[in-house]
């Protein structure tokens, strides 16, 4: 059962995350880092960070443009994560079967939010014309409360009242065995689909080599060091004080090193070019559409 300090906690969680989203951007509004917070209030760091990590890859190549909506992975990682702990479900079971159906709900909410900060919208363009600026901060600030509410509120009102309705859904979804296999395989998939939409919008075919490369480091290390766990393992069944725990994060932190010296590399190498170019900025169109140079 959640306890009512913890959704406390988590509501004022759900309401400042936006707002850091949309202003101060310090990544507290991501789905990680949503899956670290939910983790730590609820006791269950791993459960936290395998949703969080879940839905912030499947939402890799996910943006907004403008005034669009999407999808709050942000606050399904809140509510997935808490669910999870609380009625002991599955992680992979409550990736598709909360977290998905939440952040896709939450899109109303988004649009909610987005139509009353109109209000102190047109309050902000009366008091420029009399140059009233201690009434445009205050309502600039007035503005962060329908932002806040429209994750706030619905995450209180799932935590708070949704508790029994959860917990007999994904109870009868478990029940039908072919069903929870589906959800279950579903929601291990999401990350890929995520990775899929990123590499849809990025450079791709202009920087083939750089995926190739990755690929084929990532398949070479992974055979290397999964080698070495199994080496690992077996010295400590034999030696009782050999701890193999190191050796289960080497691929992450081969791949790590390669990938902060290839981006090294990479920052070097524009530096240079930007020095021996023309002082004059110009906007240039790739021929796979991406916009090159500064945006703005």
């Known amino acids: 059962m959640i306890q009512w300090w913890q959704i406390l906690l988590l509501t004022l969680y759900s309401a400042y995350q936006i707002c850091d989203e949309l202003t101060i951007s310090t990544s507290a509004g991501s789905p990680v880092f949503a899956g670290l917070i939910t983790g730590l209030i609820m006791g269950d760091l791993t459960t936290g960070l395998y949703i969080g990590g879940g839905l912030q890859l499947m939402v890799l190549g996910v943006g907004t443009f403008g005034g669009a909506s999407r999808i709050d992975a942000t606050s399904g990682a809140v509510l997935a994560t808490a669910f999870s702990v609380a009625q002991g479900i599955k992680p992979e079971l409550a990736i598709s079967t909360i977290a998905v159906p939440v952040a896709a709900l939450m899109v109303y909410t988004d649009i909610l939010g987005r139509f009353s900060t109109t209000y102190f919208a047109h309050r902000i363009d009366k008091h420029i ?8 901060e205050r309502n600039y600030l007035y503005g962060a409360i329908p932002w806040g509410l429209s994750r706030a509120l619905p995450v209180f009102l799932a935590l708070a009242l949704g508790g ?13 065995q072919w069903l929870a296999y589906g959800l279950t395989l579903a929601g291990k998939m999401l990350p890929a689909l995520g990775f899929a939409i990123l590499l849809r919008y990025l450079p791709v075919k202009r920087n083939l080599h750089y995926l190739a490369l990755g690929f084929g480091i990532t398949a070479m290390l992974t055979t ?9 393992t077996a010295l400590a069944t034999v030696v009782n004080d050999f701890d193999a725990t190191p050796f289960k994060g080497l691929p992450m ?43 703005i």
């Open 253 to 295: 932190i081969g791949i790590a090193i390669i990938g902060i010296a290839l981006a090294t590399i990479h920052y070097k190498n524009g530096q240079n070019a930007g020095s021996s170019s023309d002082t004059s900025q110009h906007t240039e169109l790739s021929e796979s559409g991406e916009i090159e140079d500064d945006e």
């Open 129 to 136: 014309e009399t140059f009233d600026y201690a009434a445009i």
């Open 164 to 176: 029994g309705a959860v917990d007999t859904i994904v109870k009868g979804i478990g029940e039908v």
């Open 224 to 232: 290397v060091y999964s080698n070495l766990t199994s080496a690992g």
